[in-house]
């Protein structure tokens, strides 16, 4: 797998007006949230099983962006979680997709903003969505000697190495020089 150049944090909130499709079964919709940027990694909400065609999920997911920002889509699934009694395969509620070169030009990396994506066929969903460097870190968990949340602890097999004492270790071996 390639490594992850930046992570995408997905608050999904709630959804509004979606069509029911169990209305053959009488019953309610039990909708899930998939999400994905890479259709290899998936992330999905837990199913609402009280909220019918007005779900709240209130679930924040971490997604992979293995790719540059310019090529990112975030696509988004709603389905049906259906019985062991019902067949076949759990059916799409609706959809949506949301380009992320789009989230980063209006507000930046690391900025959460708030977002009502169009379902199609029908609906909306509610979502906060930030996109950041996999090796960010806001600035009140900054600490020199301090593993970031990321992989860069994986680069060291021993200990990590904060990058503000190596660019001090190297200016001092330029001014000895």
Not at 4 to 32: C, E, M, Q, Y
Not at 61 to 82: A, G, M, N, R, W
Not at 129 to 158: E, F, G, H, M
Request: some cysteine; hydrophobic content about 35%.
């Amino acid at each position: 797998m390639a490594p992850t150049l930046f992570v995408l944090n997905l608050k999904i909130s709630s959804a509004k007006d979606l069509n029911n499709v169990n209305w053959r079964h009488h019953g309610s919709l039990k909708p899930s949230v998939s999400a994905w940027v890479e259709p290899t990694v998936k992330s999905s909400t837990k199913v609402d099983h009280d909220g019918d065609t007005s779900p709240s999920w209130n679930e924040t997911l971490q997604i992979p962006i293995l790719s540059s920002i310019d090529d990112s889509t975030l696509y988004l699934e709603i389905v049906h979680d259906k019985s062991d009694s019902e067949e076949g395969t759990e059916p799409i509620i609706g959809s949506a997709r949301l380009s992320l070169r789009d989230v980063v030009d209006d507000v930046g990396f690391g900025v959460e903003s708030f977002r009502t994506l169009d379902l199609r066929p029908q609906g909306k969903i509610d979502v906060e969505i930030s996109v950041k460097d996999s090796l960010y870190r806001a600035t009140d968990q900054c600490d020199d000697d301090a593993a970031p949340a990321y992989s860069l602890a994986r680069l060291s097999r021993y200990h990590y190495r904060s990058p503000l004492r190596i660019a001090e270790k190297l200016t001092k071996i330029e001014d000895e020089e």
